[in-house]
């Protein structure tokens, strides 16, 4: 079948709707501008801000140990900054934002805990939130958990969140995202290539990752999730035998469940829009329908929309027409 190139699902429309064929601009933002740093309960916690008016909290993915940080929103942060008062923070361990202080941290309650925390620490009371691949979990955990704080929630490829589909392959987590063990910038290309499409890595986007992987702290969290997955692994053998995914998810899986459960009971009663790129190699566009059947059940004003030619980063990928979305959703 001949897709189109974006194609959206409304909560209210039962058929598929096609929207007309145009090409990316790639005219990308201009950079963000320099970082700063807050204390967050002991951890040291860098962002970028820009803009005024109404807040939005961006969330990127990634995991302990990995490159993925704050700056990989380059491309629509400044599309955003002109409509909103944004922040785009450095995850728990990721970028230049410290490492859990014990080994209880590594893992999604207290990267989850951060970002709220990032939040109250700012005075941030209202908020537009955000959230790719692993962050999408936390975006979507705290708009259950705290819906009187969340405006809208917007949400881009997550295997993390999506309800897990055994007909869909499942990737090895630690060994296809974290940064390489002696990286170079080969390495590194050979890392991304998994989860994206060449056409948008610009030389300022690849050496921001390089930097970030030559970074002792990473190597540490690398190292540490390593050891805790192998410790896990094997005092729980028999329920990595019954669930094989758990071997690289424990630090996240059951309050993956959990969320998902919340969603169900109708605990997430905020707008989302969820923005999928269709042909991402790590996240089947699949997991994105079943993700979107979940959330138009319980939230009227629900929204999925597809990229054609797309992969695991649409705002990277598509910046001026994923920034008029997630604008025209909120302001509309």
Same mark, same amino acid.
Request: hydrophobic share 35%.
């Given at each position: 079948?001949?897709?189109?190139?974006?194609?959206?699902?409304?909560? @209210?429309?039962?058929?598929?709707?096609?929207?007309?064929?145009?090409?990316?601009?790639?005219?990308?933002? #201009?950079?963000?501008? @320099?970082?700063?740093?807050?204390?967050?309960? !002991?951890?040291?916690? @860098?962002?970028?801000?820009? !803009?005024?008016?109404?807040?939005?909290?961006?969330?990127?993915?990634?995991?302990?140990? *990995?490159?993925?940080?704050?700056?990989?929103?380059?491309?629509?942060?400044?599309?955003?900054?002109?409509?909103?008062?944004?922040?785009?923070?450095?995850?728990?361990?990721?970028?230049?934002?410290?490492?859990?202080?014990?080994?209880?941290?590594?893992?999604?309650?207290?990267?989850?805990?951060?970002?709220?925390?990032?939040?109250?620490?700012?005075?941030?009371?209202?908020?537009?939130?955000?959230?790719?691949?692993? !962050?999408?979990?936390?975006?979507?955990?705290?708009?259950?958990?705290?819906?009187?704080?969340?405006?809208?929630?917007?949400?881009?490829?997550?295997? /993390?969140?999506?309800?897990?589909?055994?007909?869909?392959?499942?990737?090895?987590?630690?060994?296809?995202?974290?940064?390489?063990?002696?990286?170079?910038?080969?390495?590194?290309? &050979?890392?991304?290539?998994?989860?994206?499409?060449?056409?948008?890595?610009?030389?300022?986007?690849?050496?921001?990752?390089?930097?970030? #992987?030559?970074?002792?702290?990473?190597?540490?969290?690398?190292?540490?999730?390593?050891?805790?997955?192998?410790?896990?692994?094997?005092?729980?053998?028999?329920?990595?035998?019954?669930?094989?995914?758990?071997?690289?998810?424990?630090?996240?899986?059951?309050?993956?469940?959990?969320?998902? *459960?919340?969603?169900?009971?109708?605990?997430? /009663?905020?707008?989302?829009?969820?923005?999928?790129?269709?042909?991402?190699?790590?996240?089947?566009? /699949?997991?994105?329908? @079943?993700?979107?059947?979940?959330?138009?059940?319980?939230?009227?004003?629900?929204?999925?929309?597809?990229?054609?030619?797309?992969?695991?980063?649409?705002?990277?990928?598509?910046?001026?027409?994923? &920034?008029?979305?997630?604008?025209?959703?909120?302001?509309?």
């Amino acid at each position: 079948m001949n897709l189109l190139r974006r194609v959206f699902l409304k909560h @209210s429309v039962a058929s598929l709707a096609v929207l007309p064929f145009f090409t990316s601009t790639k005219s990308y933002a #201009a950079p963000m501008a @320099s970082a700063k740093f807050v204390d967050v309960d !002991g951890i040291r916690t @860098s962002y970028f801000e820009g !803009g005024s008016g109404e807040a939005m909290v961006l969330i990127h993915g990634g995991h302990f140990g *990995s490159t993925s940080s704050a700056d990989g929103w380059a491309n629509i942060f400044d599309h955003l900054a002109s409509h909103f008062h944004v922040y785009a923070l450095d995850k728990l361990g990721n970028g230049y934002t410290d490492n859990p202080q014990s080994d209880a941290d590594y893992t999604m309650e207290a990267v989850i805990r951060h970002v709220y925390r990032f939040m109250e620490t700012l005075g941030i009371e209202k908020v537009h939130l955000v959230g790719h691949s692993r !962050g999408a979990l936390p975006a979507a955990r705290i708009a259950t958990d705290h819906p009187e704080m969340v405006e809208n929630l917007v949400l881009f490829n997550s295997n /993390t969140l999506a309800p897990d589909d055994p007909t869909v392959p499942s990737r090895s987590t630690v060994t296809q995202t974290s940064a390489p063990r002696t990286p170079t910038k080969e390495s590194l290309l &050979s890392s991304l290539s998994r989860t994206a499409y060449r056409d948008y890595w610009t030389d300022d986007y690849v050496e921001a990752r390089l930097r970030i #992987a030559l970074l002792p702290k990473v190597k540490e969290a690398e190292e540490k999730l390593k050891l805790l997955t192998s410790r896990w692994v094997e005092l729980n053998s028999e329920k990595v035998k019954e669930t094989p995914r758990l071997e690289t998810r424990w630090w996240y899986y059951e309050l993956k469940r959990e969320t998902l *459960s919340r969603i169900r009971a109708g605990r997430l /009663t905020r707008p989302t829009l969820i923005i999928w790129g269709l042909n991402d190699p790590s996240v089947h566009y /699949t997991l994105g329908m @079943s993700l979107y059947r979940i959330i138009s059940s319980v939230v009227d004003r629900a929204r999925l929309h597809f990229f054609n030619q797309c992969g695991h980063s649409p705002y990277r990928e598509y910046p001026d027409e994923v &920034s008029r979305l997630v604008v025209d959703f909120i302001k509309n």
